[in-house]
């Protein structure tokens, strides 16, 4: 049964895109269909990570739902860019909102997934989400199966996580779990894990060490993506990533 994972975070800067990156090529080089949905509009950036030049993106979702074109259009391949041969199939699509304003009949939203789906014969839909509890975010996190909540040990994240979890509530999201991403040398990651379970009785699957390997990693500035479970498929993060993915697709 083919799943929609929105991958959310309540502020920029947690690290959300890279992780809906190395998850989706984890899950294509393992034989699945995967599309990922850039619905960041405040810095989208998943375009850039794969090396996908402008003249490659020729419509965004948002052309389907405006009837500009079919839903094939929108998607474009990224197999080609990454420096592995993928065992199944990974597409970007982009979905440009107009100054967040969101134009067209919400519900066509949720048949845009199903009929995306059902058109690449896909296995998994990940949806890159705008930060924060913006009205353009809530669509894409109501249709979603499962929601993955991104967040580091700031304040800020620690407060507004859970204001994210309250309000996916109400849209009716009963599967939410989080990884919490570039924890300090300094924390024992095992406790950290326990802690953030304990204040969002939600499951933790994953509590990434900061490696400045990772965080030196810039977008592409060639047709060549930057993948770091690529580039470095034995490293404890990649390892970790490996798991999340199979338990969000279980």
């Known amino acids: 049964m083919p799943?929609?994972?929105?991958i959310h975070s309540f502020r920029p800067g947690t690290g959300k895109s890279q992780l809906t990156a190395n998850i989706a090529t984890i899950l294509a080089?393992?034989?699945?269909?995967?599309?990922?949905?850039?619905?960041?509009v405040s810095s989208p950036s998943i375009q850039a990570i794969f090396g996908v030049a402008d003249s490659a993106i020729t419509h965004s979702l948002n052309d389907f739902l405006w009837g500009k074109c079919g839903i094939e259009a929108t998607a474009v391949e990224l197999n080609s860019s990454i420096r592995h041969a993928l065992k199944g199939q990974l597409y970007l699509?982009?979905?440009?909102?107009?100054?967040?304003?969101?134009?067209y009949d919400i519900l066509l939203l949720s048949d845009s997934f199903e009929l995306l789906i059902n058109t690449l014969g896909l296995?998994?839909?990940?949806i890159d989400t705008q930060p924060g509890v913006q009205f353009a975010a809530l669509p894409s996190i109501a249709f979603s199966?499962?929601?993955?909540?991104?967040?580091?040990?700031?304040e800020q994240d620690l407060q507004g996580t859970g204001v994210v979890i309250d309000i996916s509530e109400q849209l009716g999201?009963?599967?939410?779990?989080?990884?919490v991403n570039q924890i300090p040398e300094h924390y024992n990651l095992r406790e950290v894990q326990q802690k953030i379970e304990q204040i969002y009785q939600r499951p933790v699957?994953?509590?990434?060490p900061y490696a400045e390997l990772l965080a030196e990693y810039q977008p592409a500035t060639d047709a060549n993506a930057h993948i770091f479970v690529v580039d470095h498929p034995d490293h404890p993060i990649s390892l970790l990533l490996t798991n999340v993915a199979a338990t969000l697709t279980a």
Do not use: C, W
């Not at 799943?3 to 929105?6: C, G, V, Y």
């Not at 999201?173 to 990884?179: A, G, K, P, R, Y």
């Open 29 to 40: 080089a393992a034989g699945q269909r995967v599309a990922i949905i850039d619905s960041d």
């Open 173 to 179: 999201i009963d599967e939410m779990v989080l990884v």
């Open 145 to 154: 199966d499962i929601q993955l909540l991104v967040l580091q040990l700031r």
């Open 123 to 126: 296995d998994v839909l990940l």
């Open 205 to 208: 699957l994953a509590a990434l």
């Open 93 to 103: 699509v982009p979905f440009a909102t107009r100054n967040s304003t969101i134009d």
């Open 3 to 6: 799943k929609i994972i929105s």
